[in-house]
């Protein structure tokens, strides 16, 4: 039992690295875009890079903590995938369908509460 425990939480460390690299790709490209529409003279949203890439971090901080700590892990790539859509919009579907999978496999992988070992 506790090897397919280990499987899940290490899925969860790989997915959501994962996405969190494809929302730092997006975050970027984002950002570059943007920038080269402004310096050419086209008014476009605002858009906060900073807290896009801070967001992104976050996400890699859960799923780093994910194999050792589900519930931490997986609140933080939830929270990371919710906050990249009011950051950058509906593009954010792509890191979050990662985040979120991630933050799925790190919570059902969590350690059962004392009261169920029995």
């Known amino acids: ?4 425990r280990a499987l899940g939480r290490f899925g969860a460390l790989l997915v959501g690295g994962l996405g969190a690299l494809v929302a730092m790709i997006i975050d970027f490209a984002w950002g570059a875009t943007n920038a080269a529409l402004n310096i050419s003279g086209v008014d476009t949203k605002h858009y ?10 976050l ?12 519930i931490v892990g997986a609140v933080l790539l939830a929270v990371a995938g919710i906050g990249l859509f009011f950051i950058m919009g ?3 579907i792509f ?9 799925f496999l790190a919570y059902i992988d969590r350690a059962p509460h004392p009261s169920q070992t029995r």
Do not use: D
Not at 48 to 57: I, N, P, T
Not at 59 to 70: H, I, N, R, W
């Open 1 to 4: 039992m506790e090897v397919f």
């Open 48 to 57: 906060s890079a900073g807290v896009g890439f801070l967001l992104a971090l």
């Open 59 to 70: 996400g890699l901080l859960g799923a780093v903590a994910a194999p050792f700590s589900g």
């Open 90 to 92: 509906w593009i954010a």
């Open 95 to 103: 890191p979050a369908i990662f985040l979120f999978l991630g933050a």
